[in-house]
T-cell receptor, first 114, second 113 residues
Framework: KQEVTQIPAALSVPEGENLVLNCSFT??????LQWFRQDPGKGLTSLLL?????REQTSGRLNASLDKSSGRSTLYIAASQPGDSATYLC?????????????FGGGTRLMVKP | DGGITQSPKYLFRKEGQNVTLSCEQN?????MYWYRQDPGQGLRLIYY???????QKGDIAEGYSVSREKKESFPLTVTSAQKNPTAFYLC????????????FGAGSRLTVL
């Protein structure tokens, strides 16, 4: 059974720092991996989706990489801002189910201090 | 604007009562999903539906029921058989082809008194 782990569970940084969030998964047979942002008491917003054949995706100050063979993904946030404070979750979909059965990590709660 | 609407945002239930959470989408998405989120944990799949009048159990379906009579609607009933229903419930949807990016609703928080 696929398991997804996110480390650290919580992170506090001063404004302006570059930071890396980690996501690891146990079964490398994935269809894609997604990174989401969740604000307190809200739903999830999709940030980046990486197909299994891709190595990275970029959107603005965000860059997500995927190393499928080692079961790892990282989300890099450049020049962090207080508005980046939120919980970040990664999720993988299995290769044989084309994205229907996502497995989520527990999330990393990020606080960026002014 | 297109999106997913969940209601109510907050719901309180007495033990032994059934409650129904509403989820409506106007994105013309084929598939709809219900997830449960407990504090500090990831999302767990309760039920999903890929087409009208059809749905499948997820990892934690016991004590829950759903229906999919219309493409736009996927209500979730939390029954009295669910032993620990207090949680944050999230509805999502996507197309069945393409990148499969999920769109989420704002969530419903259920508290059992």
């Amino acid at each position: 059974k696929q398991e997804v782990t996110q480390i650290p569970a919580a992170l506090s940084v001063p404004e302006g720092e570059n930071l890396v969030l980690n996501c690891s998964f146990t079964d490398s047979a994935i269809y894609n991996l997604q990174w989401f942002r969740q604000d307190p008491g809200k739903g999830l917003t999709s940030l980046l989706l990486i197909q299994s054949s891709q190595r990275e995706q970029t959107s603005g100050r965000l860059n997500a990489s995927l190393d499928k063979s080692s079961g790892r993904s990282t989300l890099y946030i450049a020049a962090s801002q207080p508005g980046d404070s939120a919980t970040y979750l990664c999720a993988v979909s299995p290769y044989n189910n084309a994205g229907n059965m996502l497995t989520f990590g527990g999330g990393t709660r990020l606080m960026v201090k002014p | 604007d297109g999106g997913i609407t969940q209601s109510p945002k907050y719901l309180f239930r007495k033990e032994g009562q059934n409650v129904t959470l509403s989820c409506e989408q106007n994105l013309n998405h084929d598939a709809m999903y219900w997830y449960r989120q407990d504090p500090g944990q990831g999302l767990r799949l309760i039920y999903y539906s890929q087409i009208v009048n059809d749905f499948q159990k997820g990892d934690i379906a016991e004590g829950y029921s759903v229906s999919r009579e219309k493409k736009e609607s996927f209500p979730l009933t939390v029954t009295s058989a669910q032993k620990n229903p207090t949680a944050f419930y999230l509805c999502a949807s996507n197309f069945q082809t393409g990148a499969n990016v999920l769109t989420f609703g704002a969530g419903s928080r259920l508290t059992v008194l």
